[in-house]
């Protein structure tokens, strides 16, 4: 079996009859195998997410000892391609060192987190969608309640991040997507960063010709007495160098006042 390294993974593939392809996508081990009548979906779990580009190779069929969900068709459409999709909750990401910024002070984090995959067939016709066959999550997060109390707040997904502040320590990761980060403390006290909220149902992921995901931009201002913080979402501004696309929009739309609970220290605040 030979694979070959393909960074820009999205892009459309044609499937001959009874063709099975395998990608490796971070730890994530996918097959997609394209019958006359039907496609065939199997997933695998390797535990390693550090292979990287994204892996694809050809196999004859969809190892045995896998279970395949099977899609149904009169004819089965013979394109398909891979949506990179940012998760539906929020992501609750803890800092893996303390981290600090002084009264007045500002500082830009790039933040990483997991995608999905959703697996997509052309419209029939023009007045048709795309059809999404299934969203495939790469990594497996755990939940966690972000607010005050039992009432208020909201369920998210737990993550770890390093929140590297320079571009030139970024590895290029194809199953998370980075968002920068740029947090501005207005009060006159020292602001703790040990875990940051980052909205990602609100933001747009794109891909570069690196492979690399970016999503929109954060802007997070703390000011005093307050439990919230003030966030602006950024278009993309990443780089110059590196043509993005857009890969899929925001799932939700952002409410006029864009007010979360970004830091935990503001919590601790409010619990006192």
Known sequence: MTSTANSVWWQPMTFAINQCQGFRIGA???YLQRQAKQWLIATDNLGDDTKVPVQQYNVEMIPGHLQPQRYMFTKSPNVCRLVPQLLD??????TLQPVSIPPGEQATFYISSPVCISVVLPAANAEKSELILTDIAVQRLSDT????STQIGELCYADKTHARHSQ?????????????V???NLSEQMLAVDKISIPVPLLALYGDLNGNLWTDGLTLHHKSSQSLASFKIDKLSITTQQAATMLSPPRKKAEKHNLIRAFTDML???RG
């Open 182 to 184: 740029q947090v501005h």
């Open 28 to 30: 994530l081990q996918l």
């Open 145 to 148: 309640w972000f607010g005050p």
């Open 268 to 270: 601790s605040d409010q």
């Open 168 to 180: 030139a320590e970024l590895k290029c990761r194809p199953h998370r997507a980075i968002t920068p």
């Open 89 to 94: 909750r929020s992501v609750v990401v803890k």
